[in-house]
């Protein structure tokens, strides 16, 4: 049974408070901190963009699973912020990896959730025996329009993981994996545009919420598992507010989110942000816990998965670089004009 | 203008993953690598290595005026690190909330170095960073 | 080994600085012309050109320098060739044409250095001085000259508790010497106040730490030393003419507190003339950066490692000291069109040991020596000079 062998995380070191934002647009800071539990999110540094936040994690990985960097047998990269619209971030994240040259790659996009489609794909690859381990990583450097709501959120993360079948290697089996996929309008970016368009509040109900209950209720059938079963359950947040909320819907509580949470501190790192708060999970998860996962990609889709702890994580997480230390330690804030200059947003520059 | 490609492409490895090279012969290690050892001259053969991205701050100061190809990057921290292995190399020391002097631990890190124009490559490459 | 003794039988200098009036053409026929009537001979006497740029193609797009400068002077067909050794263009140029009158295949022999450096931006400038560096690993990652000299500075101030005042008091005594001199680019005294509160370039050093961009040409006519008194009153023997290259890239080298390649020079230079350091009476040396004259200094073997810095802010190398440096202003304040440098501070060692260097003329100057640096010190040229009478 496929199962993780090893996860890596990176968030650049720079933060940017909702109130620096708010101050500039003349909102109410406060209101915002409240509406969409969201406090600071973080900013890449001008030297850094989905590639090298994938390269950082993908080096995190690696050294986690404690595997040959050759042995990985295909590299998957999400994003909705690839470098290159031709020329793949995967190839960048191969060669500095230093991986072989046999290898299955590809970059892949459905806004949000194309790290998790990736687990997906590399998790049929290694159950069918075709490789060996492969790898899946999610990473943005989301662009919110300067003014827009979604400017408080869009922020810079991803996460790397290593899926294995070795049963002395896997940390955490995945028992299941389910997905809902329908073509929902929610938010999309044309070729060449530089920011994203979103259809306001329809982004919720039949975006968000629509896709991740249906998804987990999916999972619940087929599994025969409920709320009760987990120990921890992680959902995609666009925000710090509709985690909470659709949690609470499918009957979670705040307690078994509160691990994977991590929008309200470092914003919505897209396609990093639900592999981020797994990893987040499995920092501090001991063996026999359950974790659910359910991921959300505007346009849209959820692809849910349930996972299985096993007695190889503690052996391996000498070797984890955790979360909480690369989110919470060696931050640097920065103002709003610096933001945009670092963002490239000033005009006749 | 952007620039063909080529001349990136070449040193990837080092670029990346600073590999450099070690003598055969008295183990010398060398960064960027070379053909030709420095000590035992064409008597020996260069082996590819991969060095481990640890080091510590030699020499190092802020570029306030930069060459056109960093002209929105400046200012910026270049310093000269001595690696764990022995080479001395010339890098970028990215600024995070650690101080910087003059034996300052560093590692690497994956960054971009410059971007060629609006339509050009990416030229990605290691940077330091204080531990 | 030496076939014959060379002497310096004349010279001549355009006036430096950002000279909108003149392009390549005009520097060179500057300098090239003063030259030859100093040396009392004409254009068809001429056997070969050796001129020395480094960037013309940067700069001015013009490549071929060698035959432009030896027709635009009127030789008759001459061989001519450009010798680019960065900012050492200009000695390696003279150590070449010293060899070729030396070996006895040419007489008379001319060495020119030019460089018209104004013509574009000042970033473009600095990507085109970049390239005296390692391209693909100093350029490459935004590493500019200012930024090799100023890790170097970095490093001397660590290792010998050199300070910033010092340095600038290089810049302070160069700009005294230039005030003196009217083909230099600087004709404004200024003070250790003055470099310590200019614009930050590459910390340590600021602005006036920095020698400027500059436009500028020079010539001089070497001959045989046994029919030298034919040409000139006054021919200046050339004692030693030695170089030495070490690594491109500064962070391969043994130390970055000196350049290895100017002690090996020198050194060479000072037992081929069978004298030591304290012999010398002036020195034109290599002030690209403040620190520069410092390091160069020590490495030449006029002060032990760590001891130049004070020395010059104490004043033992002004005009008349101890021993007289840079007294044309350097690089710092006489300016420094790359390629021109390294002729040029021939030029100027040589009018002090004939005496015709009006207000800064230095009393009973009878050993002189240059110093041209390429790069951050991957080539370095010295040459002593002495009156031959």
């Known amino acids: ?349 | 203008m952007e620039k063909p490609s080529a001349g990136l492409w070449r040193k990837i490895k080092s670029r990346y993953n600073l590999v450099g090279s070690t003598c055969s012969k008295c183990g010398s290690n060398y960064f960027p690598p070379r053909i030709v050892c420095r000590k035992c001259g064409r008597e020996s053969k260069m082996e590819d290595r991969k060095f481990n991205g640890n080091g510590e701050v030699v020499s190092f100061t802020t570029i306030r005026v930069p060459p056109d190809t960093f002209k929105d990057e400046a200012p910026y921290i270049v310093g000269v690190v001595r690696l764990e292995e022995g080479p001395m190399v010339e890098g970028h020391i990215i600024e995070n909330s650690r101080p910087i002097d003059i034996g300052t631990k560093v590692r690497t890190t994956f960054r971009k170095m410059y971007v060629d124009g609006e339509e050009g490559l990416i030229y990605y490459h290691y940077k330091f960073e204080p531990v | 080994m030496i076939m014959r003794e060379v002497a310096v039988v004349g010279v001549g200098l355009s006036k430096f600085g950002e000279r909108w009036d003149a392009g390549l053409k005009e520097l060179m026929a500057e300098a090239g012309v003063a030259a030859i009537e100093d040396a009392h001979i004409s254009s068809n006497d001429v056997e070969m050109l050796f001129g020395g740029t480094m960037a013309s193609g940067r700069f001015m797009g013009q490549e071929h320098i060698a035959a432009l400068m030896s027709d635009q002077l009127g030789f008759k067909n001459v061989p001519a060739v450009r010798i680019e050794n960065a900012c050492a263009s200009g000695g390696s140029a003279l150590r070449l044409g010293y060899i070729s009158v030396a070996s006895g295949i040419h007489d008379i022999v001319v060495v020119g250095g030019v460089e018209k450096m104004t013509d574009v931006t000042s970033a473009e400038a600095g990507t085109a001085l970049g390239g005296a560096g390692d391209q693909e690993w100093e350029l490459f990652q935004g590493i500019t000259f200012p930024g090799l000299y100023a890790m170097m500075a970095k490093r001397h101030m660590y290792e010998y508790g050199t300070t910033e005042e010092q340095l600038a008091s290089v810049a302070v005594k160069n700009h005294d010497n230039a005030y003196k001199n009217r083909y230099a680019q600087f004709h404004k005294k200024i003070s250790v106040q003055d470099v310590l509160d200019s614009k930050m370039v590459s910390d340590p050093l600021k602005l006036l730490d920095c020698s400027p961009i500059s436009d500028g040409a020079a010539a001089l006519v070497l001959a045989p030393l046994e029919v030298a008194k034919k040409y000139n009153d006054t021919p200046i023997r050339i004692l030693a003419s030695e170089q030495a290259s070490d690594t491109l890239r500064l962070a391969e080298r043994d130390s970055l507190s000196g350049i290895k390649a100017t002690s090996i020079a020198a050194q060479k230079a000072y037992k081929h003339a069978r004298i030591t350091a304290r012999d010398i009476d002036i020195a034109e040396v290599h002030d690209c950066f403040t620190i520069a004259e410092v390091m160069a200094m020590e490495d030449l073997g006029f002060y032990q490692k760590g001891k130049a810095a004070k020395a010059i802010a104490d004043g033992e190398t002004a005009l008349n000291g101890k021993i007289s440096v840079n007294t044309s202003g350097g690089l710092k304040g006489c300016g420094h069109p790359v390629g021109a440098t390294g002729v040029k501070q021939a030029v100027e060692v040589v009018w002090q040991l004939r005496g015709d260097a009006a207000d800064r003329q230095v009393k009973g100057a009878d050993m002189g020596l240059t110093h041209n640096v390429g790069g951050s010190g991957a080539t370095a040229v010295v040459h002593v000079f002495a009156r031959a009478d």
Request: glycine share 10%; aromatic share 8%.
């Open chain 1, 1 to 349: 049974m496929a199962g993780i062998v090893g996860y890596g995380v990176h968030v650049p070191f720079y933060r940017i408070k909702v109130e620096d934002i708010a101050k500039v647009w003349g909102e109410d800071a406060e209101a915002i901190k409240t509406g969409l539990n969201i406090h600071e999110k973080s900013v890449p540094g001008r030297d850094e963009d989905a590639a090298t936040i994938a390269v950082e994690a993908a080096r995190r990985a690696v050294h986690h699973a404690g595997i040959k960097s050759s042995e990985v047998g295909a590299v998957y990269v999400g994003s909705e912020s690839h470098p290159y619209a031709v020329k793949p971030t995967a190839t960048v994240v191969i060669e500095s990896i230093d991986a072989s040259d046999h290898v299955m790659a590809a970059d892949l996009e459905f806004a949000c959730k194309a790290g998790t489609a990736g687990v997906q794909m590399v998790m049929g690859l290694v159950d069918s025996g075709m490789i060996k381990y492969g790898m899946s990583i999610g990473s943005d450097t989301s662009q919110g329009r300067p003014g827009d709501a979604l400017e408080y959120t869009a922020s810079a993360g991803g996460a790397a993981f290593i899926i294995g079948r070795e049963k002395k290697e896997v940390i955490a089996n995945i028992l299941k994996t389910v997905s809902y996929t329908s073509d929902t309008p929610d938010f999309w970016r044309r070729e060449g545009a530089m920011f994203p368009t979103h259809s306001g509040r329809f982004t919720g109900e039949p975006g968000y919420f629509k896709h991740i209950t249906a998804a987990t209720k999916l999972m619940f059938e087929t599994t025969g598992f409920g709320p009760a079963d987990f120990t921890y359950a992680v959902f995609h947040q666009p925000n710090g507010k509709f985690p909470v909320v659709v949690a609470k819907q499918l009957g979670f509580s705040d307690k078994q989110i509160k691990p994977g949470l991590l929008t309200p501190i470092i914003g919505n790192t897209y396609s990093g942000a639900s592999m981020i708060g797994l990893a987040a999970t499995l920092d501090i998860a001991r063996p026999g816990d359950r974790i659910l996962l359910t991921s959300f990609g505007s346009g849209a889709g959820s692809d849910s998965f349930v996972m299985e702890v096993t007695d190889n994580i503690e052996a391996k997480r000498k070797r984890a670089v955790k979360v909480s230390d690369i989110i919470g330690s060696n931050k640097v804030y920065i103002d709003y004009a610096t933001y945009l200059k670092d963002k490239d947003f000033i005009k006749g520059r």
